[in-house]
């Protein structure tokens, strides 16, 4: 595995064959994809850590979508990349939505784990609280906000059930700097949509049946949008919260392994 830095975020740099461009969310890093390596063995694979998260959360300058999307795209053009699949979890869907709105020629296909379009006024005013309380009380106020996350973001089987998944969602949350993850909180707090009807790529959605921040209902309703896309499929997975990869692998594994075996066929551009 290579391991670079392209405009302040690292990137890791994976194995052989057709490309696939994994974003993670809020709170996450390059591991969150760590369980679906397996089904992208014969794959090679991009893992950044977006600007204010994980080995590049001391990233200086303003945070945006924006940035992660243009930061992304970036990256793909130095290391030779021209067409890639996307896989995202939840800020990282709205990343991928913009490079395949920004970018058509760049997006293969999307797989989009715990999606949403943008957050709803309620969620934004709820980042917010939650950024001013991590830059306010450090430490202290991460170990708070994990707690509440562990509970609200995850499924109760999960909390019961899952004491690896538990833990990795757990640490993958404390080991964020506080003032990175409040910058990070309000990048997501000011999160534009992207012109969905303009993706003209195929489309996964995976969202859990307790995944507060992408519902299923809503996840139906962006499928709907998605006029352009040749192809969309929605999928709800029982007993899961919004970290999709983490509390799902099994399901999640299958599911990506299905969609990119009948995005091959597809005719090079």
């Known amino acids: 595995m290579a391991l670079h830095a392209f405009d302040r975020m690292w990137v890791e740099d994976e194995g052989e064959g057709d490309a696939v461009v994994c974003v993670h969310g809020l709170g996450g890093s390059s591991n969150t994809f760590t369980p679906l390596m397996p089904v992208l063995a ?23 979508i924006e940035r992660f999307a243009s930061a992304v795209q970036g990256a793909c053009e130095r290391l030779g990349i021209t067409r890639a699949h996307f896989v995202g979890h939840s800020l990282g869907t709205i990343v991928c939505q913009h490079v395949a709105a920004n970018a058509p020629a760049l997006v293969r296909s999307l797989t989009l784990f715990g999606p949403l379009i943008a957050p709803p006024e309620a969620a934004r005013t709820a980042m917010r609280a ?47 700097d506080s003032e990175a993850y409040a910058r990070m909180c309000e990048a997501l707090a000011n999160a534009q949509p992207a012109r969905v009807d303009a993706i003209a790529c195929p489309v996964l959605l995976v969202t859990g049946d307790e995944d507060g921040v992408a519902p299923p209902q809503s996840v139906r309703a962006m499928a709907e949008r998605l006029h352009a896309a040749p192809s969309t499929h929605v999928v709800v997975l029982p007993r899961c919260g919004h970290w999709t990869p983490i509390e799902r692998v099994a399901e999640c594994q299958a599911e990506l392994r299905a969609f990119l075996a009948g995005q091959r066929q597809e005719t090079p551009r």
């Open 42 to 64: 014969r794959h090679r694979v991009l893992r950044p850590d977006l600007p204010g998260s994980g080995r590049s959360q001391h990233a200086e300058g303003a945070l945006a």
């Open 130 to 176: 939650r950024a001013a309380k991590a830059r306010s009380e450090g430490t202290a106020g991460m170990q708070d906000i994990t707690a509440a996350l562990l509970n609200a973001a995850l499924s109760a089987d999960t909390r019961q059930r899952q004491p690896l998944a538990l833990a990795f969602v757990r640490e993958s949350l404390m080991r964020q």
